[in-house]
């Protein structure tokens, strides 16, 4: 963490996300996002790593299934980890 007043950092709302990069925007360096967006990724994380380990799978072949369903048209959040298994068909 490096504090507000050795930064200046742009205000970030919930959802948007501002790529820096350090001389052209093609090797952005770091990612600013709000607060809360950082949580939910956090939160999300965690999920995920806890079904993975109770249904014996590898987080890479679970990231994989879970990003692809979150590509869908019809995506939509969802929190409740039964319903988080079911749409994994674990």
Request: aromatic share 2%.
């Amino acid at each position: 963490t490096v504090l507000a007043n050795s930064v200046r950092v742009p205000k970030v709302h919930r959802g948007e996300v501002i790529m820096v990069g350090r001389y052209n925007e093609a090797s952005p360096k770091a990612a600013i996002i709000a607060p809360e967006d950082l949580d939910m990724l956090e939160d999300t994380h965690t999920l995920m790593t806890h079904i993975a380990q109770a249904m014996d799978i590898p987080v890479d072949e679970l990231t994989l299934k879970a990003r692809a369903l979150e590509d869908t048209p019809d995506a939509q959040s969802v929190t409740d980890p039964e319903a988080i298994i079911a749409a994994l068909g674990l």
